[in-house]
T-cell receptor, first 111, second 113 residues
Framework: DGGITQSPKYLFRKEGQNVTLSCEQN?????MYWYRQDPGQGLRLIYY???????QKGDIAEGYSVSREKKESFPLTVTSAQKNPTAFYLC??????????FGNGTRLTVT | QKEVEQNSGPLSVPEGAIASLNCTYS??????FFWYRQYSGKSPELIMS????GDKEDGRFTAQLNKASQYVSLLIRDSQPSDSATYLC?????????????FGAGTQVVVTP
């Protein structure tokens, strides 16, 4: 079945460490996105990519980095520069018309 | 002013009643509007999309769009306990970046038996 796989589901890190969240899709979608969700809040866009080897900053890109070397993969690195990294991270892809398909999310806790 | 605003709730609805959710947006050139449902601890899933003024019905769900008033709503008829979730309103402005959605904070709906 086609879908988006995020791993791991839960991730714990010490403050000051970089961490990379994985996102893989087999929907053959060109566009991929990373959102962050904090408790009681909506989704905020971190980075998006509409084509391989190209990506754009979203509304809250500071402290994050991405790469898009393959159509299927869009990993997100949370760097030590991100001041409040603890959150629920959602990867999504889109085949057009504005509809997003989400992965199951990664819950990151930094202490 | 937030770009997409929703009442946070919780909206308590008796089973079998109609749940009415509202969403306002700030940018007049917004083109596409979506409602996503998110169960606690899960990722959002699309339930409705609407692109032109008026009503759009899909099963027990009806989306209503009024671009002049910058207002989009979602009605859930015959509410069921399984409808208890947070409903996120999302708005897309530019056709050339379909997935660059602005999300509201969501309205929590609680359907009581």
């Amino acid at each position: 079945d086609g879908g988006i796989t995020q791993s791991p589901k839960y991730l714990f890190r010490k403050e000051g460490q970089n961490v990379t969240l994985s996102c893989e899709q087999n929907l053959n979608h060109d566009a991929m996105y990373w959102y962050r969700q904090d408790p009681g809040q909506g989704l905020r866009l971190i980075y998006y990519s509409q084509i391989v080897n190209d990506f754009q900053k979203g509304d809250i890109a500071e402290g994050y980095s991405v790469s898009r070397e393959k159509k299927e993969s869009f990993p997100l690195t949370v760097t030590s520069a991100q001041k409040n990294p603890t959150a629920f991270y959602l990867c999504a892809s889109s085949g057009g018309l504005g509809t997003l398909h989400f992965g199951n999310g990664t819950r990151l806790t930094v202490t | 002013q937030k770009e997409v605003e929703q009442n946070s709730g919780p909206l308590s609805v008796p089973e079998g009643a109609i749940a009415s959710l509202n969403c306002t947006y700030s940018d007049r050139v917004s083109q596409s509007f979506f409602w996503y449902r998110q169960y606690s601890g899960k990722s959002p899933e699309l339930i409705m999309s609407i692109y032109s003024n008026g009503d759009k019905e899909d099963g027990r769900f009806t989306a209503q769009l009024n671009k002049a008033s910058q207002y989009v709503s979602l009605l859930i008829r015959d509410s069921q306990p399984s409808d208890s979730a947070t409903y996120l309103c999302a708005v897309n402005i530019r056709r050339d970046s379909w997935g660059k959605l602005q999300f509201g904070a969501g309205t929590q709906v609680v359907v009581t038996p």
